[in-house]
C-alpha cells in the first residue's frame, strides 16, 4: 500500500516531505483559483460592489467550512496514526466513520447555512448596496456545500495514507471547470453574483465525483463500501477528541474574523473590496502554509505511529525551514509590489491604495506563520490540538479582539485595524514554541495507537 503513495516512514525525510508536500501545494493553489477567479471575474466585469460582496461572504463561509476541516483533520490523524502501525481493520473503520460523519454534518450545515445568511450579514453591517448580492452568492454557495465537505472529508482520507497527488488532480480539473464557468455564466450569461456562486457549486460537485469515485472503486485497504459507512463509537471518539479542538479554533477564529469583518465594513465599500482583494492575494501564502501544515501533520501522525520518534522531531525542523524560505520570497513580494498585485483584480483607484496598504501591513509579520503552522499541525499529528487551539484562540480571537476594542475607536484607522494580524502572529508563534521545546509533547502518543 504504501509504495503507490509518498513514504514518509522510510529514507530521505526532505525527500519524503517534498514529494508529499509538492501535490498538496499545486492543490491548495488549484483551491485558490475558486474564490481568485470569483474576485478576478466580479471585479472586471461586473462592479466593486459585486467584488465586496464576494469577499464580505469569505468570514461568513470560513465560519461553518472551518469547522469542518477541524474535524477533518481529526480524522486524517487518526487515519494515519492507523496507517503507520499497520492496522488496518482500525483503519478502515475510521475512514466510514469519517464519511457518516460527513453525512450528518452535509444536512446540517446546508440548512444552518441558509438559514444565517441574511441575519448575519446584516448583524455585521455590509453595506446595504453590497448585501442583496452577499445574500445571493451565500445562498447558492450553502446549497451545495455537500459537495465540498464530501471533497475535503475524501481528499484528506487519501492524504492520511500518504496519496497527495490524486486529490491534486481532481481539484486542477475542477478549478479548470470553475474559471470556464465563470466566464460562461458572468460574462456570457450576465449572471453576476449568482454566475460565479453556481460556477463554484458545479465544480466542487466534479472534485467531489471523482475522489468519492476512486474511495469506492480503489482496491487498496482503503477502500469505502457503502454499506459500511456508519458511526463506531470508539473511532468517532478518537475522531472528536482530535479533531473537535482543531474545529472549534477555526470556527471560533473564524467568526472573529467576522466581527473584524464588521470593523472593516464601517471604512465603506472601497476598503471592503481593497480588504477583499488582499484576502485573496495574501491566500496564496496561506496555502503554502497551510500544504506544510497538512503535511507535516501527516508525518507525525505515521511516525508516531510507527514509532520513530526521532524522525518526527527531524522532520518538523526540515519542514519549517522549507516554509520558511518560500514564504520569505513572498513577504518580499507583497511588502514591495502590492499596489500591482491589487491592481489584477480592480482599476478602483481607491480600491488599489487600500489593498496595497494592507498588505504591506500583512508582510511585516508573515516570517512568524510558519512557526505557527509547522509546530500546530505536528501538536495536531500526535493528537495534541487542544494545545495549538488554545494558543491560536488566546492570541487570534481574544488578543485580536482586545486590541481593536481598545485601539479602533480612538483611531478609526484601517490601517490600525489590520495591524491586528502581525502583532498576534508574533504572540503566537512565541508561545507556542515556548510550549514545544519545554512540554514533553509525544508523550502518550505512541501509547494511544497501541491501546486502540
Known amino acids: ?75 486524517g490523524v487518526v487515519i494515519a496514526q492507523y496507517f ?21 454534518l452535509s444536512v446540517l450545515f446546508t440548512v444552518v447555512g441558509i438559514a444565517v445568511t441574511r441575519p ?100 487498496e485497504d482503503y477502500r469505502v463500501e457503502l454499506k459500511k459507512i456508519r458511526f463506531h463509537g470508539n473511532m468517532i471518539r478518537q475522531i472528536i477528541m482530535v479533531g473537535l479542538p482543531a474545529a472549534l479554533q477555526q470556527s471560533i477564529t473564524a467568526f472573529s474574523n467576522v466581527v473584524v469583518q464588521s470593523y472593516i465594513n464601517s471604512f465603506g465599500t472601497a476598503a471592503i473590496a481593497g480588504y477583499s482583494t488582499t484576502v485573496r492575494i495574501d491566500g496564496f501564502l496561506q496555502l503554502i502554509l497551510q500544504s506544510f501544515n497538512m503535511t507535516i501533520t501527516t508525518f507525525v501522525g505515521q511516525n508516531i505511529g510507527a514509532g520513530k520518534t526521532d524522525r518526527v522531531k527531524r522532520g518538523i525542523f526540515t519542514a519549517w525551514v522549507m516554509c520558511s524560505v518560500i514564504i520569505l520570497g513572498g513577504s518580499i513580494l507583497m511588502n514591495r509590489e502590492g499596489g500591482a498585485l491589487v491592481q489584477l483584480f480592480t482599476d478602483d483607484a481607491a480600491v488599489i491604495v487600500n489593498g496595497a496598504a494592507i498588505l504591506k501591513v500583512f508582510s511585516y509579520g508573515y516570517m512568524m506563520l510558519p512557526v505557527v503552522q509547522i509546530l500546530s499541525g505536528a501538536l495536531r499529528g500526535a493528537g495534541k490540538s487542544s494545545i495549538p487551539m488554545f494558543f491560536m484562540l488566546g492570541c487570534f480571537v481574544v488578543v485580536r479582539q482586545i486590541y481593536l476594542a481598545i485601539t479602533v475607536p480612538r483611531t478609526h484607522s484601517l490601517l490600525v485595524v489590520i495591524a491586528g494580524w502581525p502583532l498576534t502572529w508574533v504572540l503566537c508563534a512565541v508561545g507556542m514554541a515556548v510550549y514545544f521545546f519545554r512540554a514533553d509533547w509525544m508523550k502518550g502518543a505512541e501509547k494511544l495507537v497501541q491501546e486502540h
Not at 503507520?84 to 483503519?91: D, L, N, S, V
Not at 450553502?142 to 459537495?147: C, P
Open 120 to 219: 448575519l450579514l446584516q448583524a455585521i453591517g455590509v453595506p446595504q448596496e453590497v448585501l442583496p448580492h452577499s445574500i445571493l452568492y451565500l445562498t447558492i454557495y450553502f446549497a451545495g456545500i455537500t459537495f465540498l465537505l464530501f471533497y475535503n472529508m475524501g481528499s484528506g482520507i487519501l492524504r492520511a495514507i500518504g496519496n497527495s497527488r490524486d486529490p491534486l488532480i481532481y481539484l486542477a480539473i475542477a478549478s479548470v471547470l470553475n474559471v470556464i464557468l465563470d466566464v460562461i455564466l458572468v460574462c456570457g450569461a450576465r449572471l453576476g453574483v449568482a454566475g460565479v456562486a453556481l460556477g463554484t457549486l458545479i465544480a466542487q460537485a466534479v472534485s467531489a465525483f471523482l475522489v468519492m469515485r476512486q474511495l469506492v472503486q480503489t482496491r
Open 1 to 75: 500500500m504504501r509504495r503507490k503513495h509518498a513514504d514518509l516512514i522510510e529514507g530521505n525525510i526532505f525527500q519524503a516531505l517534498l514529494v508529499f508536500a509538492v501535490p498538496l501545494l499545486i492543490g491548495n493553489l488549484f483551491q485558490q483559483l475558486y474564490n481568485t477567479a470569483d474576485s478576478y471575474v466580479v471585479g472586471n466585469f461586473v462592479d466593486t460592489n459585486a467584488l465586496a460582496a464576494v469577499g464580505a461572504s469569505v468570514s461568513v463561509i470560513q465560519m461553518l467550512v472551518g469547522f469542518f476541516m477541524g474535524l477533518s483533520v481529526g480524522a
Open 84 to 104: 503507520g502501525a499497520g492496522k488496518k481493520e482500525e483503519m478502515s473503520q475510521a475512514i466510514h466513520s469519517a464519511l457518516a460523519f460527513t453525512v450528518l
